[in-house]
């Protein structure tokens, strides 16, 4: 477990570049009200811009999401799929109570170790638990219930890490899938990038619609720019 004293104080937020994904007309407007940054969270987004790895973190006003969730259904105990610098990690980290914790796994050691180092460095340190390794073999030794489950790593692996949350969150709580739209993969459009190759899409495609069983959950995908899947477990 990292460790650091809580912030003391009120904190200064400050609204992300313009530049950062502009999107739609709407999706801006969004940003520009809701995607409020503290400097903590801001050093982190310049780090990733700089190493042109910003396009695969969550924008701003998506960490105010999952804040959002954090705070609305008394979320406590996080696990994270796909850590990459640890911007996710304390978004989720700056909404958990005092007593909560957030496991975050990583596959790539470069990016676990600036991830790491981001979060000894913040004042939820103590929140974050970072773990460099595969995501599969580390879900193994994570035996305990938790209340939320964020997925945002490699798209191939979707429906296993859904596996490992169906059977690991606990009544109530939530599964979180990140980029389910797949970068409109899902309707034909293969022009998004980001190494999407037409194979992945049944695998996406099944991940929606498993959460999207009103027996099993209470559920929503979420028009983000990049698509946001919520799941409450019935």
Known sequence: MLNAKDLVGEIEYQQPSPKVRPISPELNYV???FGLED???????????EQELEYMSLAPA????LQFLIRGFGIRQIVEIGAL???SSLCMAKA??????????????????????????????????IRCGDALELLAYINDPVDMVFIDA?????????DWAEKNVRRGGLIVGDNTFLFGALWGDMRGGHGIEPWMIP????????????????????????????????
């Open 31 to 33: 940003a520009e009200i």
């Open 39 to 49: 400097p903590e969270l801001a050093t982190v987004r310049k780090q990733m811009m």
């Open 62 to 65: 998506e960490g105010r999401v």
């Open 85 to 87: 610098y640890g911007y």
């Open 96 to 129: 958990l109570p005092s007593d909560g914790e957030i496991i975050s796994l990583e596959k790539d050691s470069g990016r676990c170790a600036v991830a790491v180092a981001n979060a000894r460095a913040s004042v939820v340190a103590e929140k974050i638990d």
């Open 154 to 162: 490699d798209k191939a692996g979707y429906v296993k890490y859904l």
């Open 203 to 234: 695998i996406m495609d099944e991940f929606n619609r498993r959460l999207a069983n009103p027996a099993l959950y209470n559920s929503i995908l979420v028009p983000t720019a990049e698509g946001m899947t919520i799941a409450q477990k019935r």
